[in-house]
């Protein structure tokens, strides 16, 4: 543990000296001075939205012209190459046994956003060493030319997923109105708010599938006001997007809903959200230095325990 914070400092330090390489290839990142913004979309549940969320969100904020980069670190059930109807060479299977690195495998979609592909079936992740797996979360700031990094990840609780949670500026947790996807979705808030020092985390709220502005709310309304009252922890609710057929339909055609329909109601939703979140900016102290701290905390916390 003491080595891995060493070494958290020793990135941090070089990060600083504007000098930051590649924890595999030794490459620096093209404009090392500038920091994405990194977007984690997680649930509790699966099959609630995550990917369509992320890849449509990406849409979204490349209309707003922003650089974008979609990373399917859904290791069990990858599927943004899917949606996007694109076979890509290589894909995180490579990256986590060392072959590529992140940026050789990041290729451009028809759509003007670029995507890191997954390794559908592939579990290893999640048996990675804990130093194996925070080289590859480090290996993200190579991407740092990018302005957004969003990352679909799988459902429910893994080490690797918290970890993609720490790395996070803003954490999205998706539900549905579904009373087992907000329950899951409230576990995932609790391991969250239990692991980290959750008060600087934007953790974020977003019911998928709703009926309506109302259904959503309310749903909203009882999960922030329980983590508010029995974690001590603010969610902010981001917005919600219509149960719409529009949805299923664009996922047969292996395109995004937003480019099938970009008027249609999940459209529209997705457009808004990703306003709101434009609007609020991520503060000064997230971000790779955030993440430094939530890592260092949380060896701090295993140290504890
Ligand atoms: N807003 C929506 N309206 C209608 N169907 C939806 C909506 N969002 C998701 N779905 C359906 O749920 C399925 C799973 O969505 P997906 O984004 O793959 O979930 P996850 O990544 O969380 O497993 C989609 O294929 C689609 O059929
Ligand atoms: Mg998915």
Same mark, same amino acid.
């Given at each position: 543990m003491e080595d891995q914070a060493e070494k958290l400092r020793e990135i941090m330090k070089r990060k600083k000296d504007g000098a930051v390489k590649s924890a595999h290839t030794g490459k620096s990142p093209v404009k090392p001075s500038e920091k994405a913004r990194i977007i984690t979309v997680t649930s509790g549940k699966g099959g609630v939205g995550k990917t369509n969320l992320s890849v449509n969100m990406a849409l979204a904020f490349a209309r707003l012209g922003k650089?974008?980069?979609? &990373?399917? *670190?859904?290791?069990?059930? %990858?599927?943004?190459?899917? &949606?996007?109807? &694109?076979?890509?060479?290589?894909?995180?299977?490579?990256?986590?046994k060392k072959q590529k690195t992140i940026r050789e495998i990041l290729v451009e979609t028809e759509?003007? /956003?670029?995507?890191? %592909?997954?390794a559908s079936?592939?579990?290893? /992740? %999640?048996? &990675?060493?804990?130093?194996?797996?925070?080289?590859?979360?480090?290996?993200?700031?190579?991407?740092?030319? *990018?302005? /957004?990094?969003i990352i679909d990840t799988? *459902?429910?609780?893994?080490?690797?997923v918290l970890d993609f949670i720490a790395a996070a500026d803003d954490a999205v947790i998706i539900t549905t109105p579904e009373p087992t996807a907000i329950t899951d979705a409230y576990g995932i808030i609790k391991i969250i708010a239990t692991e980290y020092d959750s008060l600087n985390m934007g953790l974020k709220l977003v019911v998928n599938r709703a009926k309506g502005a109302a259904q959503a709310k309310s749903v909203a309304d009882r999960m922030i006001n329980i983590a508010g009252q029995f974690l001590n922890l603010k969610v902010d609710y981001l917005g919600f997007i219509y149960d719409d057929s529009t949805v299923q339909h664009a996922v047969l055609r292996q395109k995004p809903f937003m480019v099938v329909d970009p008027k249609c109601k999940a459209s529209n939703c997705v457009q808004h959200i990703v306003e709101r979140m434009d609007r609020n900016k991520p503060i000064e102290s997230a971000g790779f230095g955030a993440m430094f701290k939530r890592l260092f905390k949380s060896n701090a916390n295993e140290n504890a325990v």
């Open positions: 650089k974008v980069v979609v &990373m399917d *670190a859904d290791l069990g059930l %990858a599927n943004v190459n899917v &949606m996007l109807n &694109m076979i890509p060479k290589y894909n995180l299977y490579h990256v986590i759509y003007g /956003i670029s995507i890191v %592909a997954g079936g592939f579990s290893q /992740i %999640a048996n &990675m060493g804990e130093e194996d797996r925070r080289d590859f979360i480090s290996e993200l700031d190579s991407l740092s030319n *990018a302005d /957004i990094i799988s *459902a429910g609780v893994s080490s690797n």
